[in-house]
């Protein structure tokens, strides 16, 4: 016979909000078990009262105080903006391929920003806006897309932070995504990750993220605007 005890934690298990309100000790325990009633009920076979899940999940809240938190606290050694961006993506052949391979280093600044992704089906580069002519011309094909005015928020970690901590990008998404921040791309290195979004969300993007700043500072090739 199955547990209502085994059935509700696969549940809360599976709600990743519920189960950090539980672990942080904020649940409302008996609104949550009137919501879970009948499925519980459902997988136990039998009628499952709110008391028992109740119970349920009061024994089960003390095991989870020792779960990590499901956003960990970040530290960001920088940040900085890349503007205005563009991105051009060309499904993967394997002449595309070898054109991508050959670009010349020369077409690309210094401090200019430069990504380039090969994926199953697309090679998709992300540049500076001045470099969008110069690609399209080294390919010399139709681009699949193009999409412009963009921008890359870079943020840059510790490497034991970022590589040894759980959910760090989860954290970073997670709070873009209660802002409804729309995320075109996200290209990360071993102790950095880029944040492409439109260049509208620039500002709301940087105010979502000041929250886990480390350093007061914030490096904008634009404008050098200190946003701290």
Do not use: C, W
């Not at 298990?13 to 950090?20: C, G, K, M, P, R």
């Not at 205005?84 to 054109?99: C, G, N």
């Not at 080294?138 to 034991?160: C, D, M, W």
């Amino acid at each position: 016979m199955i547990k209502i005890s085994d059935i509700v934690f696969e549940i809360i298990n599976s709600d990743e909000i519920s189960l950090e309100a539980i672990r942080m000790g904020i649940l409302n325990l008996s609104a949550y078990a009137k919501k879970i009633q009948s499925l519980v009920s459902e997988k136990s076979r039998k009628q499952a009262s709110v008391g028992a899940i109740v119970i349920a999940l009061s024994r089960m809240k003390k095991k989870l105080n020792n779960i990590p938190p499901l956003r960990p606290s970040i530290i960001i050694e920088d940040m900085n903006i890349k503007s205005p961006l563009v991105e051009i993506s060309y499904d993967r052949t394997a002449k595309l391929f070898r054109i991508a391979s050959k670009l010349d280093q020369k077409l690309l600044p210094e401090n200019g920003f430069f990504t380039i992704t090969y994926g199953l089906s697309e090679i998709s580069l992300i540049v500076s806006a001045n470099l969008k002519n110069k690609i399209l011309k080294h390919f010399g094909v139709q681009p699949k897309g193009i999409y412009e005015s963009l921008v890359a928020i870079t943020v840059r970690f510790n490497k034991e932070n970022y590589i040894k901590v759980p959910n760090v990008i989860y954290a970073l998404i997670g709070a873009l995504a209660g802002k409804r921040i729309n995320i075109v791309e996200i290209v990360s290195t071993f102790t950095e990750i880029s944040i492409i979004i439109k260049e509208k969300n620039m500002q709301q993007t940087v105010n979502a993220l000041k929250y886990f700043f480390y350093k007061n500072e914030l490096n904008n090739d634009e404008n050098k605007k200190n946003y701290a």
